[in-house]
């Protein structure tokens, strides 16, 4: 059997007890032999974890293989000799060193090194977590604020959505009812008022001939149509003024008091008192002498059946009603009055 070659040796036990680190064989050296040009490696190789050799992706070791200042250049003399026994003996830059990853290091291991670094880092990650809290408090309080803002208006809803719409139905209903009640309790005016005829209550006195006044009462009856009120309707009064038509002269004037009319009412007669009183500087005015000759036909028995022969009058009818502000005026103009008697 063949003896090894010499620098197997080294990874061997020596006679002494003395241990040394395996280090299997690199596929890629060459096998030197007695023969060959190579001559046997005699130096041993220890193998440094922190060791980069010639790796140009190789991060720079932490920390030193050793510590303080000794530490530090020894172990760059390790690299030196290794470097320059790598190129000895033909090594290329990118062998590996070592086999199993999973074996036991040569190099002592520091784990109370870290210590500040891992507990800076604990705090920064608390610090970070803090403040994304405080960044999300908001947020949260402002989503809990609309979601209780929601609850209630669902409650809101939920309770008073049936009693609302009761509410906006009755009050459609009130709105209904009032309307119908105003249709039929608001007083209209009446649709017409026509002349009845005429009276005397007091006649003219014609004792004087020379008289350039006149002065009588007369009593005019007017017709009221109130067909078109549901109720009845309650009058302050009605003013009625008399105007001579043929000279548009006011003769006199007359009033009635409250009074009230049932609704749906046709024809209805309301007599009304006038005052004539009427005086002219000349025995000649026209005014004057319509008025005498109307005086003279009501007392002639014969002159005062003739329907054509009358007086021309004109009125003016005011109307109050209760509840109303404003007044309304009629205009009454027949064409020939029989002179009142």
Known sequence: MSQPPARYNEYLPSEKGAHRPMQPMDPY??????????????????????????DPYSVPARYPAGGGGGGASSNNDQHSKRHSGSQQDGYPPYSPQSSDPFGASSEPMY??????????????????????????????????????MQQRKRKKRGCGGLQTRWMVFAAFVLIILIALAWFFVWPRWPNS????NAG?????????PESKIYEAVWQI???????????????KEFHLK???GSTNVKIGEGRTGSFMIPGKTRDKIIPITVDVQYSASDAGDPT???LFYCSSLAQNETASQDTQLGINLLMYLE???????????ATIHPSIVACPK
Do not use: C
Request: glycine share 4%.
């Open 111 to 148: 784990f109370d090194d870290d210590k500040e670094g891992a507990n800076g880092l604990l705090a920064d990650n608390m610090v970070a977590m803090d403040m994304m809290e405080q960044y999300e408090s908001p947020q949260k309080r402002q989503k809990d604020q609309l979601s209780e």
């Open 29 to 54: 050296e060459p096998m030197h032999t007695t023969t060959g040009m190579a001559q046997p490696h005699t130096q041993p190789i220890n193998f440094d974890p922190y060791d980069d050799g010639d």
């Open 319 to 329: 109307e109050s009603i209760q509840g109303i502000a404003w007044k309304e005026t």
């Open 193 to 196: 008022i026509l002349f009845q």
């Open 200 to 208: 005397i209550i007091t006649p003219y006195d014609s004792s004087d």
């Open 288 to 290: 004057l002498k319509n």
């Open 242 to 244: 008399l105007y001579d």
């Open 221 to 235: 009856n007017l017709t009221v149509d109130n067909s078109e009120n549901f109720v009845p309707t309650h009058f």
